[in-house]
């Protein structure tokens, strides 16, 4: 079904006809259909035009075929309006007990949450920026985001569309209560770093709601709706009903099951006091706006305390309750609610939350804290300036914790080498020769960021050096100057990580991997020598020359083998010469508080990023980076006389 809604906005009756016109993936027209109307003067209705697409190619996130649909008034020979809505075909389907299926195929959601900046660029995101990260997304084996936690802009859910991406749309962070933003204590404030969109949710949440859905439901990527977000730390009564805050319940909030009963703790519910607004009444209103505006997509919450939440009513209100970080409540929620279902979605970046997923059918997946870093949440930790949690840090580039997504969601064989000193690593030598844990376990409970590695092969001889490797490899062997460190299993290793201890010397570490019996894999890293040279690359050599397009260089310092320097910070100055401007430089650190619009910086990890936009006229840009007497040949980006491939 089509809906139009139609307006005659002459003074006098009109007598039309709306033509929809539908076309494949291949831009073949598949149906056509035609509805004559009459309306009076600056009378509105409502058109449903009903059309059949035979045989349908599915919309799927590893196949994401997208259709049109051109509408368009036609009045006698004059064309009034033409109106172009993208969408998609497909399925889908929760079950409580197998979990989710897309177009009839069981799939986990790899999700991660997204924040709505893209680092040095601000909130203001260019598409290629956009583009960039959620290839690098893809390559992870992520199909899915949530957009935390507000509505995120159009033109990242087209995307999301084009590549293939699952997208929960998350409507609000606060309803009738505000956060407190100093962690979200029972105090509360009014000044001015406290206030948020409850001073506005009471006039507008309706309108927000609703405005946001339809700009957003022919998406094909959209398949939830989320009304909130950990909303229970609002709501007082919520938080003291499960005495997990009583001062003699022992245990750790994250780890440990609640104190009391599902029916202990809805006593203790009931007996709180509601307070001026009540949580299960507010959350059934949202869903019931909802549901009038879309029944195809089920309803679903970010619950941080689903202990209460599942019986309170608030559950009752959802179709799927989201758990964040709440993976001990899975199995004890499922069994007091079976026909309810459950899933993450906001869980540790750890192998630890993506285990209890693959061991329970019933949770359909999960959205990892976070895909890519952002700005904010330092907590009083100058000069940090982002939480240094994802698995792509704030300028785009990978980080170790990438590599142990990738061998844990792509079939294809993975293998990555990182390094540390032993006394700054988890681990230690146990009497036996065995790299240990110093603290048996601590993998199970490891937090947002990841435990400090290196990915360079440089210390100081001698130096007892912690190899870690990231592998889906069944069997890995290590080397160290061509002799071998010995081989390990990859069901040996609870934790998912290969481990080797050995005293640095200078050479070459190298990798080799087995995987499924008969696939190889391989990965060298080389000790550096003093930067002889700066290498730079582009990911796009031509851009638009429409003022938004943009591309993203990447400065890498090398030694004279051109062999990548990793463990040096210096200033690299860069030069852009042409037709494009300089939107800004980072260096991916989360201490990084340098100037972002400048020409230069002190790089990390022996890198640094500069994103040039183009301008308005045609011609060629080169782009040039220096540091000290270092220089790197020149990067030309043709700037060409036509639309760009991001901007429509």
Same mark, same amino acid.
């Given at each position: 079904?089509?809906?139009?809604?139609?307006?005659?906005?002459?003074?006098?009756?009109?007598?039309?006809?709306?033509?929809?016109?539908?076309?494949? *993936?291949?831009?073949?027209?598949?149906?056509?259909?035609?509805? *004559?109307?009459?309306?009076?003067?600056?009378?509105?209705?409502?058109?449903?035009?009903?059309?059949?697409?035979?045989?349908?190619?599915?919309?799927?996130?590893?196949?994401?075929?997208?259709?049109?649909? &051109?509408?368009?008034?036609?009045?006698?020979?004059?064309? @009034?309006?033409?109106?172009? $809505? *993208?969408?998609?075909?497909?399925?889908?389907?929760?079950?409580?007990?197998?979990?989710?299926?897309?177009?009839?195929?069981?799939? /986990?959601?790899?999700?991660?949450?997204?924040?709505?900046?893209?680092?040095?660029?601000? $909130? +203001?995101?260019?598409?290629?920026?956009?583009?960039?990260?959620?290839?690098?997304?893809?390559?992870?084996?992520?199909?899915?985001?949530?957009?935390?936690?507000?509505?995120?802009?159009?033109?990242?859910?087209?995307?999301?569309?084009?590549?293939?991406?699952?997208?929960?749309?998350?409507?609000?962070?606060?309803?009738?209560?505000?956060?407190?933003?100093?962690?979200?204590?029972?105090?509360?404030?009014?000044?001015?770093?406290?206030?948020?969109?409850?001073?506005?949710?009471?006039?507008?949440?309706?309108?927000?709601?609703?405005?946001?859905?339809?700009?957003?439901?022919? @998406?094909?990527?959209?398949?939830?709706?989320?009304?909130?977000?950990?909303?229970?730390?609002?709501?007082?009564? =919520?938080?003291?009903?499960?005495?997990?805050?009583?001062?003699?319940?022992? !245990?750790?909030?994250?780890?440990?099951?609640?104190?009391?009963?599902? +029916?202990?703790?809805?006593?203790?519910?009931?007996?709180?006091?509601?307070?001026?607004?009540?949580?299960?009444?507010?959350?059934?209103?949202?869903?019931?706006?909802?549901?009038?505006?879309?029944?195809? %997509?089920?309803?679903?919450?970010?619950?941080?305390?689903?202990?209460?939440?599942?019986?309170?009513?608030?559950?009752?209100?959802?179709?799927?309750?989201?758990?964040?970080?709440?993976?001990?409540?899975?199995?004890?929620? =499922?069994?007091?609610?079976?026909?309810? !279902?459950?899933?993450?979605?906001?869980?540790?970046?750890?192998?630890?939350?993506?285990?209890?997923?693959?061991?329970?059918?019933?949770?359909? !997946?999960?959205?990892?804290?976070?895909?890519?870093?952002?700005?904010?949440?330092?907590?009083?930790?100058?000069?940090?300036?982002?939480?240094?949690?994802?698995?792509?840090?704030?300028?785009?580039?990978?980080?170790?914790?990438?590599?142990?997504?990738?061998?844990?969601?792509?079939?294809?064989?993975?293998? @990555?080498?990182?390094?540390? $000193?032993?006394?700054?690593?988890?681990?230690?030598?146990?009497?036996?020769?065995?790299?240990?844990?110093?603290?048996? !376990?601590?993998? %199970?409970?490891?937090?947002?960021?990841?435990?400090?590695?290196?990915? =360079?092969?440089?210390?100081?001889?001698?130096?007892?050096?912690?190899?870690?490797?990231?592998?889906?490899?069944?069997?890995?062997?290590?080397?160290?100057?061509?002799?071998?460190?010995?081989?390990?299993?990859?069901?040996?290793?609870?934790?998912?990580?290969?481990?080797?201890?050995?005293?640095?010397?200078?050479?070459? /570490?190298?990798?080799?991997?087995?995987?499924?019996?008969?696939?190889?894999?391989?990965?060298?890293?080389?000790?550096?020598?003093?930067?002889?040279?700066?290498?730079?690359?582009?990911?796009?050599?031509?851009?638009?020359?429409?003022?938004?397009?943009?591309?993203?260089?990447?400065?890498?310092?090398?030694?004279?083998?051109?062999? *990548?320097?990793? =463990?040096?910070?210096?200033?690299?100055?860069?030069?852009?010469?042409?037709?494009? %401007?300089?939107?800004?430089?980072?260096?991916?650190?989360?201490?990084?508080?340098?100037?972002?619009?400048?020409?230069?910086?002190?790089?990390?990890?022996?890198? +640094?990023?500069?994103?040039?936009?183009?301008?308005?006229?045609?011609?060629?840009?080169? &782009?040039?980076?220096?540091?000290?007497?270092?220089?790197?040949?020149?990067?030309?980006?043709?700037?060409?006389?036509?639309?760009?491939?991001?901007?429509?």
């Amino acid at each position: 079904e089509i809906d139009i809604r139609v307006k005659n906005a002459f003074l006098e009756r009109k007598t039309a006809v709306i033509r929809t016109t539908c076309f494949d *993936p291949n831009n073949n027209e598949v149906i056509a259909v035609e509805t *004559p109307i009459s309306l009076d003067a600056q009378q509105e209705t409502m058109v449903t035009q009903t059309a059949v697409i035979p045989t349908p190619k599915l919309w799927h996130v590893d196949q994401p075929n997208r259709y049109r649909a &051109v509408t368009y008034l036609k009045e006698d020979d004059t064309f @009034h309006e033409i109106y172009e $809505t *993208p969408f998609g075909i497909r399925t889908t389907h929760f079950d409580v007990d197998e979990g989710f299926f897309l177009n009839g195929e069981n799939t /986990l959601i790899k999700g991660v949450c997204l924040d709505h900046d893209g680092g040095l660029v601000g $909130t +203001a995101v260019p598409d290629g920026v956009w583009r960039q990260r959620l290839t690098t997304l893809k390559e992870m084996g992520c199909n899915a985001i949530r957009m935390a936690h507000n509505p995120s802009s159009e033109a990242l859910l087209n995307l999301c569309d084009e590549m293939g991406f699952l997208v929960q749309v998350e409507f609000f962070d606060e309803w009738n209560n505000p956060k407190d933003k100093r962690l979200n204590n029972i105090d509360r404030h009014d000044d001015e770093i406290s206030r948020g969109y409850a001073e506005h949710f009471q006039e507008w949440a309706e309108s927000d709601l609703k405005r946001t859905m339809l700009r957003d439901r022919n @998406h094909p990527c959209v398949f939830q709706w989320s009304i909130g977000n950990e909303i229970e730390w609002t709501f007082l009564r =919520h938080k003291m009903a499960t005495g997990y805050f009583d001062a003699n319940t022992p !245990g750790n909030y994250f780890w440990a099951l609640p104190p009391y009963s599902f +029916a202990d703790i809805q006593e203790r519910y009931e007996e709180l006091p509601k307070g001026q607004h009540v949580l299960e009444k507010t959350a059934r209103q949202l869903a019931t706006w909802t549901r009038e505006m879309d029944s195809t %997509r089920l309803v679903i919450a970010n619950c941080i305390l689903p202990s209460v939440s599942l019986g309170s009513g608030y559950a009752d209100a959802l179709d799927v309750v989201g758990f964040s970080y709440r993976q001990v409540m899975y199995d004890a929620s =499922h069994e007091a609610f079976p026909d309810k !279902g459950i899933m993450g979605t906001e869980n540790l970046g750890q192998w630890h939350e993506w285990m209890h997923v693959i061991e329970r059918p019933f949770i359909s !997946g999960l959205f990892f804290w976070t895909g890519i870093g952002y700005m904010g949440e330092s907590h009083d930790k100058w000069p940090q300036k982002a939480l240094p949690s994802g698995f792509i840090d704030v300028a785009g580039f990978k980080k170790p914790s990438f590599y142990l997504m990738k061998s844990l969601w792509q079939e294809d064989p993975v293998i @990555h080498l990182t390094t540390q $000193t032993l006394d700054t690593s988890p681990y230690l030598v146990d009497e036996n020769g065995a790299v240990v844990e110093k603290e048996p !376990g601590a993998w %199970r409970q490891r937090l947002w960021v990841w435990h400090d590695v290196n990915e =360079h092969w440089n210390y100081k001889p001698g130096v007892v050096t912690a190899i870690e490797l990231y592998s889906n490899c069944d069997e890995v062997e290590m080397f160290v100057n061509g002799r071998s460190l010995g081989s390990q299993l990859l069901k040996d290793q609870e934790d998912r990580i290969f481990k080797w201890v050995v005293p640095f010397e200078p050479g070459t /570490l190298e990798a080799r991997g087995v995987y499924n019996n008969d696939q190889q894999a391989a990965m060298m890293i080389q000790t550096a020598a003093e930067p002889a040279a700066l290498q730079v690359t582009s990911d796009r050599l031509a851009l638009a020359a429409d003022g938004y397009d943009v591309a993203r260089l990447v400065a890498q310092l090398v030694d004279a083998n051109g062999h *990548p320097v990793k =463990h040096l910070e210096q200033e690299i100055v860069f030069t852009v010469n042409g037709n494009c %401007r300089i939107l800004g430089v980072d260096n991916g650190s989360p201490q990084n508080v340098q100037d972002y619009q400048t020409d230069r910086l002190t790089i990390s990890q022996g890198r +640094a990023l500069l994103i040039v936009q183009a301008g308005n006229v045609g011609g060629e840009t080169a &782009v040039t980076a220096t540091s000290g007497s270092l220089s790197s040949l020149p990067v030309k980006i043709t700037i060409e006389d036509k639309s760009s491939p991001y901007s429509e």
